[in-house]
């Protein structure tokens, strides 16, 4: 048996351009050469750790704010 989320007379949801967030949160903590660098230090921490620590909360509200936009949208 096929499990399958669409059913063939379901009609389908398209995607939300807010997905797009999530390719600008991927690209911020792949860009490595952008972040490699020491100064400036944050409460002892080099940049380049505390950059990729900061992008943890962000890209949580962005993931919200997602899926918030996509929930309320299938109502």
Known sequence: M??????????????SPLRILFLVIFVAT????FFN???PTLF????????Q????PVAS???FLV?????NGAE
Not at 2 to 15: C, E, F, L, Q
Not at 53 to 56: D, P
């Open 37 to 39: 660098r020491v100064t």
């Open 61 to 63: 509200i962005l993931i």
């Open 44 to 51: 002892g921490f080099p940049f380049f750790y505390w950059y």
């Open 53 to 56: 620590i900061a992008c943890v």
């Open 2 to 15: 096929k499990t399958d989320a669409s059913t063939p007379g379901a009609p389908r949801r398209r995607a």
């Open 30 to 33: 792949l860009a490595v050469p």
């Open 67 to 71: 899926f918030r936009a996509e929930d």
